[in-house]
């Protein structure tokens, strides 16, 4: 750990805020949320960009954590616009087509993947080794 920079830092906290994000659909889909399959396939790219970047300078990690970032932004994308109607069902107190007592894992996971993008993106910009 001596020769590594902020940025190596930044892309294990990525790495790990992908495996809680995980940890989290997981939990979101066992009651009753939609996840499509491709988010598990997105977050599963993001965690190998962030984790290949983690392996030094190389010539591909700046477009390994470029990939990764946007992974995770997919991830967000897609899990918002699924989830759509739990929030609003949650704000309107009308019940129709989704479980508004889901739109707090909604917010979670919106609220932990923005973080995410965000260690994602400052880890794009930074060096990964002193």
Known sequence: ???????????????????????????YSARGGTVRPVV???LAVSVICEASALAGEKRWSDFASILGTAALA??????????IWNIAESLSGIKMVG????????????????VAMITAIIASFLKKSK
Do not use: H, R
């Open 40 to 42: 598990y396939a997105a």
């Open 74 to 83: 997919y991830v967000l994308m897609t899990v918002l616009s699924d989830g």
């Open 99 to 114: 479980i508004p007592e889901l739109a707090g894992m909604n917010y979670a996971l919106a609220g932990v993947n923005g």
């Open 1 to 27: 750990m001596k020769n590594k920079s902020i940025g190596f830092v930044f892309s294990m906290i990525t790495c790990a805020l992908s495996v809680i994000i995980l940890i989290m659909l997981l939990m």
